[in-house]
C-alpha cells in the first residue's frame, strides 16, 4: 500500500509521516498560527494541521450549558461552546496559512469538522484528517472520501465495529486510507498509557491488511507511544503541537513543544534504521566481528599425511579462518584421511581431508 501526498511517500518503504496538529493552540491569532506552522516544520513535522469548525455546527450550546463539563473541559474556564467559538479559525486566514506551509516546506492540513468547510477547504489541502468524534457522521465520511484525497482516519472511543464500518464506507468510494488507532482522553494523565492499546495496530493489520497504512493520533506525553507505534508498522503518527505548554487554551497542556517534537522526531529516525530489514544475514558492520569472534577447528599437534583426524587430535578456538572446518559440522571430517601434513595450531582446512 502507498499513498502519496504531494512531494511525500507514504508506505512501509519510506520514512514516518509526521503531522503536527496545532489545533486551537493559535489561540485565535493568525501571527500564532504562522509562527507555530515554521516552529513544526523546523522540528521536523511533515505537515501542519489545523481544525476548521464554527461553533454552531460542532455544539449544542443548549444542551452542553445545562449539563457538567467532564473530562478535560471541566478545567475550561468558559463555556464549551464559547470555548469553540474562541477557537474557530477565521476562514480569511486560508489561503495565508496554506502560503505560510509552502513557504516553509511543510503540508497544510486539517480536520474540517462542517459539511460546508469540506468543500470550502478541498482546493488548500492535500489530505483530509477525520477525527475521532465524526467517526460515526456518515455523511461527512462520504463527502470526504469523494474527494479521492488521502484520509486520515482517527478512531479514539470508538468500537471496532465502528472503525470496520466507517472504513468500508470510505474505502467504497476512495482507496487512499490511513486508519490510526488513538485513545481520546486530553487530561495527560500518566494513567492514560495503559489504556493506548497498541497493540490494536495489530488487529487492523489483520482485518484490513494491505487495503490500508496504520497510524497513531495521541495525546499522551513525551513518544512512548510514538516508538512503540512505529515498530508495530505505524507510519503516520500525529500529535498536538505547541511552543509553549504553559500558555492558556484548551490544547496546550498535552501538547508537543518545539524540543520535544524534535526529540520525537529524531528518535523515531533512529528507529527506523534500527528496524531496517526483515531478513536476516551477516551484515557488513558484522564482518570483523564474524572473523574474531567464531570458532575455528585447531589441531593440538602436528599431524601426519594418510592418519585419520580423530576427536582427540582438534580443539575449537577463535577466530574462524574461511574455508576452515566449523565446529557445526566436525563430525562429518572425523575418520578421514590427512592429504597434508598439518602443523600444530593450524585451523583445519577442509580441503586438506580426502
Not at 502507498?2 to 509526521?18: E, L
Not at 493506548?196 to 495525546?219: A, E, Q
Not at 508498522?233 to 500529535?239: H, S, T
Not at 587430535?313 to 597434508?340: A, E, H, W
Request: charged share 30%; net charge positive.
Amino acid at each position: 500500500m502507498k499513498i502519496i501526498i504531494k512531494n511525500k511517500i507514504i508506505s512501509d518503504s519510506f520514512k514516518t509521516y509526521f503531522i503536527a496538529d496545532i489545533g486551537a493552540n493559535h489561540d485565535g491569532s493568525l501571527k500564532r498560527a504562522k509562527k507555530l506552522i515554521k516552529l513544526a516544520a523546523l522540528s521536523g513535522a511533515d505537515a501542519a494541521k489545523f481544525q476548521h469548525f464554527k461553533a454552531e455546527t460542532i455544539v449544542n450550546k443548549e444542551t452542553f450549558d445545562k449539563q457538567k463539563k467532564s473530562a478535560h473541559q471541566a478545567k475550561w474556564k468558559s463555556s464549551i461552546f464559547n470555548v469553540y467559538k474562541k477557537a474557530s479559525i477565521n476562514i480569511s486566514w486560508n489561503e495565508i496559512l496554506k502560503k505560510e506551509c509552502k513557504k516553509n516546506k511543510i503540508h497544510f492540513l486539517t480536520s474540517p469538522y462542517d459539511l460546508d468547510y469540506i468543500e470550502d477547504v478541498n482546493k488548500l489541502i492535500p489530505a483530509y484528517k477525520i477525527g475521532s468524534g465524526d467517526i460515526t457522521w456518515k455523511q461527512a465520511l462520504i463527502n470526504i472520501a469523494k474527494k479521492k484525497k488521502p484520509v486520515f482516519l482517527a478512531t479514539g472511543a470508538s468500537s471496532l465495529k465502528d472503525v470496520i464500518s466507517a472504513s468500508k464506507k470510505i474505502l467504497k468510494i476512495n482507496k487512499k486510507l490511513v486508519i490510526m488507532q488513538c485513545n481520546t482522553n486530553y487530561t495527560n494523565s500518566e494513567e492514560n498509557f495503559k489504556y493506548i492499546n497498541l497493540n490494536v495496530l495489530k488487529t487492523y493489520k489483520r482485518i484490513f491488511g494491505k487495503k490500508v497504512i496504520l497510524g497513531l493520533s495521541d495525546h499522551t506525553e513525551g513518544h512512548t507511544t510514538v516508538l512503540g507505534a512505529i515498530s508495530l508498522g505505524a507510519k503516520v503518527i500525529e500529535k498536538h503541537f505547541t511552543d509553549n505548554n504553559n500558555r492558556n487554551g484548551p490544547d496546550h497542556k498535552f501538547a508537543m513543544n518545539p524540543t520535544s517534537w524534535k526529540k520525537m522526531v529524531d528518535e523515531s529516525r533512529r528507529l527506523e534504521l534500527a528496524l531496517g530489514s526483515k531478513i536476516k544475514k551477516i551484515e557488513k558492520n558484522e564482518k570483523e566481528s564474524f572473523f574474531v569472534q567464531r570458532r575455528g577447528v585447531y589441531t593440538l599437534k602436528k599431524l601426519k599425511k594418510g592418519e585419520k583426524l580423530n576427536k582427540e587430535d582438534v580443539i575449537c578456538l577463535r577466530p574462524y579462518i574461511k574455508n576452515t572446518i566449523s565446529p557445526f559440522d566436525i563430525n562429518k571430517f572425523f575418520g578421514k584421511k590427512l592429504k597434508q601434513n598439518i602443523k600444530k595450531n593450524v585451523a583445519i582446512k577442509k580441503k586438506w581431508l580426502s
